[in-house]
């Protein structure tokens, strides 16, 4: 059985840091991503990483976030610096065998349950 496992979030201030982390259980995937939801909006891609720890992502976090990957611990990471109110958002790691570069949530096979970020101005 698949799971994906987010931890991490919680509250910080603007210009701050989070570390979030996602542990997958069950199989190995040789794309993870990771995607968030703010209220009242629609689930956005962050950034995605390869098997061959290629990274890409979104505009808005270019800079300021980055992923990594532990293949022995099979975990994602999600580095998120320089936080902004904007990032606000229940942040959820999503998991595919894709080696095209996704960033629609429909790409994406298996998910986690999410995990908040809450960043006060």
């Known amino acids: 059985q698949v799971q994906l496992v987010e931890s991490g979030g919680g509250l910080v201030q603007a210009g701050g840091s989070l570390r979030l982390s996602c542990a997958a259980s069950g199989r190995t995937f040789y794309r993870m991503g990771w995607f968030r939801q703010a209220p009242g909006m629609e689930r956005e891609f962050v950034g995605t990483?390869?098997?061959?720890?290629?990274?890409y992502y979104a505009d808005s976090v270019k800079g300021r976030f980055t992923i990594s990957r532990d293949n022995a611990k099979n975990t994602v990471n999600l580095q998120m610096n320089r936080l902004k109110p904007e990032d606000t958002a229940v942040y959820y790691c999503?998991?595919?065998?894709?080696?095209?570069?996704?960033?629609?949530?429909?790409?994406?096979?298996?998910w986690g349950q999410g995990t908040q970020v809450t960043v006060s101005s």
């Open positions: 999503a998991a595919s065998n894709s080696i095209v570069v996704y960033t629609a949530t429909s790409r994406y096979d298996y």
């Open positions: 990483i390869s098997g061959s720890d290629r990274t």
